[in-house]
């Protein structure tokens, strides 16, 4: 089976403009989350979707927004880019309703200059 | 507010040589505690769920364990290939995870 995809790989960004970042789930997984991981500490939790529902969300500020698709793929968007948002963005699936045993995909590497 | 801390950051070890990681956490009403082990550049690969006080897993080289304050990741008889980041999360009542920082761990030949 597949593991979890992300697109695209890299991305580079000047301050200001706007992202939209993609994640494909493992097939049959209904929860996906995204996280932000900064070089040399864990993974931050930004949202967490459930069937199309919100289930969680981080201390990120509004500009942050994220949508889950009827097939379960999701994307994250971040408006205005600021600089302090240069990251790795990880998005991970579960099968759980309660996001445990959280399978994560390669990343999006975003730069932002 | 949930916190978690692991030790050491880093560590450097021989090929054979065991030892274990430390995840210290405060949470209210701990639901999960999860292990996963992270490569340079990719993402973080799922290795260990525990729920509560006393339970043990084990994976190859891997063991971890639970007490009502930490988990412990023993490693034992490392190999070179078992270097990388070891990060240790937890969760409570709502769907937010808290990680720590991570151990990072070397296994030298």
């Known amino acids: 089976d597949a593991g979890v995809t992300q697109s695209p790989t890299h991305l580079i960004k000047t301050r200001g403009q706007h992202v939209t970042l993609r994640c494909s789930p493992i097939?049959?997984?209904?929860?996906v989350s995204w996280y932000q991981q900064v070089l040399g500490q864990g993974p931050q939790f930004i949202f967490q979707?459930?069937?199309?529902?919100?289930?969680g969300r981080g201390n990120f500020p509004d500009r942050f927004s994220a949508r889950q698709f009827p097939n379960y793929s999701s994307e994250l968007n971040v408006n205005a880019l600021l600089l302090g948002d240069s990251a790795l963005y990880l998005c991970?699936?579960?099968?759980?309703?309660?996001?445990?045993?959280?399978?994560f995909g390669p990343g999006t590497r975003l730069t932002v200059t | 507010e949930d916190q978690v801390t692991q030790s050491p950051e880093a560590l450097r070890l021989q090929e054979g040589e065991s030892s274990s990681l430390n995840c210290s956490y405060t949470v209210s009403g701990l639901r999960g505690l999860f292990w996963y082990r992270q490569d340079p550049g990719k993402g973080p690969e799922f290795l260990f769920t525990?729920?509560?006080a006393g339970e043990e897993k084990e994976k190859e080289r891997l063991k971890a364990t639970l007490t009502k304050k930490e988990s412990f990741l023993h490693i034992t008889a490392p190999k070179p290939e078992d270097s990388a980041t070891y990060l240790c999360?937890?969760?409570?009542?709502?769907?937010?995870?808290?990680f720590g920082r991570g151990t990072s761990l070397i296994v030298h030949p």
């Open positions: 525990l729920y509560s």
């Open positions: 999360a937890v969760q409570a009542g709502s769907y937010i995870p808290t």
């Open positions: 097939s049959g997984h209904k929860s």
């Open positions: 979707y459930y069937e199309k529902e919100e289930r």
């Open positions: 991970a699936s579960s099968y759980r309703t309660d996001g445990h045993e959280q399978y």
